[in-house]
């Protein structure tokens, strides 16, 4: 059916790179003759996935969205992707997203652009843009997604969808391809907070071939969205609303409205919902537009025209390891991705290293401690997911334009901690709003239970 969908809608989505309907359907039935051997089977199996074409698949193509990995046809699987397989969750196809996870509306693609099933002319967030919109548009019922500064939440908010970042650490990114290797954070989206804990338990794994994957995060994020829906219950929960991310120039008011309409249910619930300041936020942005790059241009040195991937000669001149390299990443690399990469061997140059990249460590430090004084006083911190809903294709060329937009979800990232975005209604515009809870590292449940008594 979902292939059937795919077919029907995707011409004018443009949510897929790859779609191997043979495999998923061999892999479909094949889960089917399990189930009715008596085989025990994972509660998932069988139900299809989509996955972001940053996750390596073995045997399928996998891109980052770029020109540099065309063609390229991973040996292995991600850890992710292969725990989908041990579940036998068939894997639709691979999901188009800004160029190697850079932006926020997967205009930065290097293949294609993708709408946002709410409205054809507007973005449908990003960097996981191409996730959110199989599942908002009903082509896939889960998927996969990463995210480094907001990638999983803000497409989930505006197109409607539920979308999880896991504790740092939590899902493995082995396989998955780098972009700031302390801040990327592999996680599921789905239409329902049910459906997303239940991928986020298949891909939530302790995997020795990551270095910062955690032996004890936690599991069983299922069973907690169950309890919570048959309870419906918040008494006691203590909610800090972000005094620095609760509307001001910049938030759609329509964004705001249906934030506070949703405070309200919480405190209807039984939850006790009071304001916090979080005051080192107001330098979140800029700390992380210096740590992201700095790390992403580290990553992003191996694309070197020798080891994999394209390979381009120089038009003239000697052919030597230089020139290869010079005219394969001038070639391979969309602009958005050579901007960053520029910042970040900047602010990493001698010259500028503590100026730059040490004043951000700094700063992250700063808000790292913001988050632990109002962990003391609250169980979970909330916002609206992004300041404003769905924007029109080309609305934002000035890069700067974009980045802003990330203020509200990059916090969670440089602090390590875990967050949800589930929808909130709609804007007085008509397109979705994202509800965006935060909570301590290694408590995710209390985004689900949370999630799954706002759901109802
Ligand atoms: N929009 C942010 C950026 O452009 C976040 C990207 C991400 O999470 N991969 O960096």
Do not use: C
């Not at 074409?53 to 992707?81: C, H």
């Not at 800090?240 to 409205?257: F, K, M, Q, R, T």
């Not at 990330?406 to 916090?411: G, K, L, Q, R």
Request: no cysteine; aromatic share 6%; hydrophobic share 45%.
């Amino acid at each position: 059916a979902h292939l059937d969908r795919i077919a029907a809608v995707d011409a004018a989505v443009g949510a897929f790179l790859d779609v191997d309907a043979e495999r998923a359907l061999a892999d479909a039935d094949a889960a089917d003759a399990a189930r009715r051997s008596g085989e025990e089977v994972a509660e998932l199996a069988g139900v299809p996935v989509a996955v972001k074409d940053l996750f390596v698949t073995r045997g399928q193509a996998t891109t980052a969205a770029s020109r540099m990995l065309e063609g390229w046809i991973p040996p292995y699987d991600a850890t992710a992707v292969a725990n989908l397989r041990a579940a036998r969750t068939p894997i639709l196809g691979k999901t188009n997203l800004d160029e190697f996870a850079m932006g926020g509306s997967t205009e930065h693609s290097a293949f294609k652009r993708t709408a946002n099933p709410w409205d054809l002319e507007r973005i449908p967030g990003g960097s996981s843009g191409g996730s959110a919109a199989a599942v908002g548009s009903y082509q896939a019922p889960l998927a996969l997604g990463t995210d480094t500064g907001g990638s999983i939440r803000q497409p989930a908010a505006v197109t409607g969808t539920v979308g999880v970042k896991p504790t740092y650490g939590t899902v493995s990114r082995y396989g998955v391809i780098a972009m700031a290797s302390s801040l990327d954070t592999p996680g599921p989206m789905a239409r329902t907070v049910l459906d997303t804990a239940l991928l986020h338990d298949v891909i939530a794994s302790y995997d020795p071939l990551d270095s910062t994957s955690l032996a004890d995060a936690p599991r069983g994020m299922a069973q907690v969205v169950r309890q919570a829906q048959a309870g419906r219950d918040l008494t006691g929960l203590r909610v800090g609303v972000i005094a620095e991310l609760d509307g001001g120039p910049g938030y759609h008011d329509g964004v705001v409205s249906s934030f506070h309409a949703a405070l309200e249910l919480l405190s209807s619930a039984g939850a006790s919902v009071e304001t916090v300041s979080l005051p080192h936020l107001e330098y979140a942005l800029d700390a992380y537009y210096l740590i992201m790059p700095a790390e992403a241009s580290s990553n992003l040195a191996r694309y070197d025209g020798v080891r994999y991937g394209l390979r381009v000669e120089p038009a003239s001149g000697p052919v030597t390891a230089e020139t290869v390299m010079a005219a394969t990443r001038g070639a391979g690399f969309g602009d958005e991705v050579k901007r960053r990469i520029i910042l970040g061997t900047h602010v990493l140059s001698a010259g500028y290293y503590d100026a730059y990249y040490g004043s951000a460590l700094k700063v992250r430090t700063l808000i790292q401690r913001d988050f632990a004084a109002a962990w003391q006083g609250f169980d979970v911190l909330v916002s609206p997911t992004a300041p404003v809903t769905a924007y029109r294709f080309g609305e934002k060329d000035d890069p700067l334009a974009m980045y802003k937009l990330d203020v509200t979800t990059i916090p969670a990232n440089l602090a390590g901690v875990p967050g949800m975005s589930l929808p909130s209604g709609l804007s007085d515009d008509g397109l979705p709003v994202g509800f965006q809870i935060l909570a301590p590292q290694r408590a995710d449940d209390r985004l689900y239970r949370v999630g799954a008594v706002l759901e109802a």
